[in-house]
């Protein structure tokens, strides 16, 4: 990647983690754009070239952690597939990684305030486009592994959507809980139980 390149994803970075750290704090509805490009330090013109809403922002980084998952899977060494979707899967969501996106001292006010951005309604449509996207990401990576065709192969698009249900439940199982599971520990139960009854073929 280049550094012009780096450099938008940086900024693309720093507009959706400004949108979710702002929405956990004060709530969707009060907050705007404008908020969010001057938390990022950007302008709303520039807030405009990366994304179409504030909802948009917000499941960015959601939708991004999904196609560095695909991603992964095709550039990891040779492994069975299910170490290699593990591997994966988790290496998004380790604990050094959530302690470092974690905003607030208050770990009780930060769950709750996720709990409540979550539950919006004007993202879950958001939510539903970024992990269809996501899904055929990894469906296509899984193919590769696999040698078996996406167009024509059920296989590779079952695994994507147990992947990525894995994922969701496991991130909801995380914020319902009291206190809350580690979502790392929660996603290697849950990847570990989806393994067990989807062997490669």
Known sequence: ???????????RAALSWA????????????VKVEDIAEAAGVSPRTFNNYFSS?????VARHLDRGLR???????GPEEPLWEAITRSVLAQFAPDAEAAAHPLADADRWTAGVRMMVSEPALQGEMLRAGAVAEAEIAAAVADRTGTDPQQDLYPHLVASAVVAAI????????????????????????????AGLSTP
């Open 69 to 75: 998952i695909a991603e992964a899977l095709r550039e």
């Open 1 to 11: 990647m280049g550094l012009r390149e780096q450099k938008k994803a940086e900024t």
């Open 19 to 30: 949108a979710v750290r702002l929405t956990v704090e004060r709530g969707f509805g009060n």
């Open 54 to 58: 504030k909802g948009e922002a917000i």
């Open 168 to 195: 969701n439940t496991a991130i909801a199982h995380h914020l319902r809980t009291d206190p809350p599971v580690a979502v790392s520990r929660l996603l290697a139960d849950a990847l570990s139980r989806v393994a």
